[in-house]
């Protein structure tokens, strides 16, 4: 009796003390980091020099790490490939990879390193943790052997993954993700057999990790959010812009909001390949962000969160638009294609309208003011209802307002990047068929826009006053993730040949640049 009461009473305290010890707010911190890319790629070097240039890349993370800490971060994330680059052939990228053991070894690589073999880089960014009491994101490759015995065993005897590590401010390895879905460069590297569900808690929430291509695909992004209820997801990528829909800050905040989720976005600083912008996202409105184009330097963010964000308010995302009534077709439509997908458009023709525009099942209604027609400028209302199948493939829904390239019709969908029309208001909704809409308002000069538009619970994107500057786009970009293709080995295999050829494409642009 005395015994149980004992357990009682020391299952309490440790509720208690646990509770007096969680954070309701705490500071996140991301890097985009100008990479140092080795002199060849595609060629094998020792173990030696693939570590001295990691470690090149490592001083200027190593800075980056300090002065967040100094500033007070809990936890700071850095870039996939932030490492040690990328282009590789899977020959090339070897020798820059580690064994990464699960987390369940409970392991401190800063106190005891040769556990698990040669492990430098393991144990560099652990005592980088361990020394400024911060919880660290980076993106390395593991490496697994495998035998005969294995039916998906690589030739050479060996799974190479695309690996995110995260290790806590006392030097632990506490989480490891293998990529899942792995983007047509990345033949160097091979996706885990099942998809990987990765958590981990901490007294300022619980968190979830993906990388980069991963956000576009059910598994595991929408699992962690769903199904684990993270309340913060860390995001490695290096990101390669393309507008008017998908470039960095633009998507990876509109992802946050529609999932109702902090969202830690550190991305490359590689301009030639379009690759900038990271951002710290809320889900109420971005809390940090950055896009630089014009500049070779890489840039630290850092801003407060809450720990655990308020459930966002259940929308319904059909619901306005399924009660205007749907136009006859006209001959004012006009056709024209956004990144490889062909889009019905109407022209917006006066400083005011209501327009309703529709493709297959998805219609789209727009009811705008603008602060004056220009002459200069057109503005279109798209609709978008099929399968994307260029760099990957994946089902959308897709209602936008966007600004067209030149005055002319077919030029609306190119990516723009400056606009001059203001907009005192605008109202998007569509009849979507799923639940998965991301909410996208991106301004001239490729700007977010932060706490100036809301969705309503019955499916609306709108602004309920003026914007500050002009708009490049206003997009819901919905996924259907039931309708994406189911993998074969015939796909497989073509998509594995085209890995190649971009990775030799990427390799020959770098050396030319």
Not at 447 to 459: K, R
Request: aromatic share 12%; hydrophobic share 40%; proline share 6%.
């Amino acid at each position: 009796m005395i015994t149980s009461q004992l357990l009682d009473y020391v299952a309490i305290l440790l509720f208690w003390v646990l509770k007096a010890s969680s954070l309701d707010t705490f500071i996140a911190a991301v890097y985009e980091h100008a990479v140092i890319f080795p002199n060849v790629t595609l060629t094998p070097v020792s173990h030696e020099e693939a570590l001295d240039l990691m470690n090149q890349n490592l001083d200027l993370l190593e800075g980056a790490i300090t002065l967040a800490a100094k500033q007070g971060a809990h936890i700071i994330v850095t870039p996939e490939d932030g490492i040690y680059s990328f282009a590789f052939s899977r020959e090339s990228i070897y020798p820059y990879l580690e064994d990464i053991p699960d987390p369940q070894v409970n392991w401190i690589p800063c106190n005891n390193p040769n556990r698990f073999g040669r492990t430098p880089v393991q144990e560099r960014l652990s005592c980088l943790a361990k020394s400024n009491s911060i919880y660290v994101v980076a993106n390395i490759g593991d490496k697994k052997p495998c035998s005969a015995s294995d039916p998906q065993c690589p030739p050479d005897g060996r799974y190479q993954y695309n690996t995110n590590v995260v290790f806590d401010s006392e030097g632990r390895l506490v989480a490891r993700y293998h990529k899942q879905n792995l983007f047509l460069t990345e033949s160097h590297f091979n996706a885990p057999k099942e998809p990987e569900v990765v958590t981990f808690n901490t007294t300022f929430g619980k968190f979830g990790i993906f990388t980069c291509f991963d956000i576009l695909f059910h598994d595991p992004a929408v699992t962690l959010v769903k199904d684990f209820h993270v309340d913060t997801i860390l995001f490695p990528t290096a990101w390669m812009n393309v507008l008017p829909h998908l470039s960095a800050i633009e998507f990876h905040s509109a992802w946050a909001m529609g999932m109702g989720v902090n969202f830690l976005a550190a991305n490359l600083h590689y301009p030639i390949k379009k690759m900038t912008g990271s951002g710290i996202y809320a889900p109420d409105s971005p809390k940090a962000f950055h896009y630089d184009m014009k500049t070779e330097e890489g840039k630290l963010l850092l801003s407060h969160l809450d720990a655990h964000p308020h459930p966002r308010a259940a929308v319904n995302w059909t619901s306005y638009a399924s009660g205007i009534e749907a136009p006859s077709v006209g001959n004012r439509e006009f056709n024209s294609t956004v990144f490889f997908d062909e889009y019905t458009f109407l022209e917006l023709k006066g400083v005011t309208g209501n327009y309703t525009v529709c493709q297959k099942d998805l219609c789209c209604h727009l009811s705008y003011q603008m602060s004056e027609k220009r002459s200069d400028e057109v503005y279109a209302l798209g609709a978008f209802d099929g399968l994307h199948t260029v760099e990957g493939s994946y089902y959308l829904q897709i209602c936008t307002l966007l600004k067209c390239k030149t005055m002319d019709l077919h030029t609306c969908g190119d990516s723009v990047e400056t606009a001059s029309t203001r907009f005192e208001m605008f109202s998007l909704s569509g009849t979507f068929g799923t639940q998965y809409v991301f909410p996208e308002v991106l301004l001239s000069e490729v700007q977010l826009a932060p706490g100036q538009f809301q969705v309503s619970s019955d499916g609306r994107l709108f602004s309920p006053k003026p914007l500050s500057g002009p708009v490049l786009t206003v997009t819901l970009f919905g996924r259907l993730y039931e309708k994406d293709p189911v993998p074969n080995a015939s796909s497989d295999f073509t998509v594995q040949a085209l890995r190649v050829m971009l990775i030799v494409i990427t390799s020959i642009v770098y050396l030319l640049s």
